[in-house]
């Protein structure tokens, strides 16, 4: 690591330690927004969860099919738009998963199934 008031120096062990000791604080408190972010989207999660129970129960009583696979690709299609800046193949994974998801809870929801 060089020494930035002399150019070509490089700067004392104590120097690298202090910037090794900042980049570490730097990742636990990158870290500690990461776990922060997956407490709100599994909470996110939770709540998509209950809403396709109820949405499936309401299907179950028009004895329509809990799978509905045109809305599930508007659904991908979607979610690719919205975070266009993210790799569309990564974000259409994640979405059928969460798709997954939660027609398995509407498949264990079902008392007859």
Known sequence: MSDPERPGVRASVDGERTVLDAERATIDRLRARIDALD????????????????????????????????????????????????????????WATVNALCLEVQRRDDPGG
């Open 39 to 94: 407490d709100a989207l599994a909470a996110t999660l939770r709540e998509r969860a209950q809403v396709a129970r109820a949405l499936g129960r309401s299907k179950r009583a028009l004895r329509r099919a809990l799978r509905d696979e045109p809305r599930e690709a508007a659904v991908r299609a979607r979610a690719v738009a919205l975070l266009a800046d993210l790799p569309a193949d990564a974000v259409e994974a994640v």
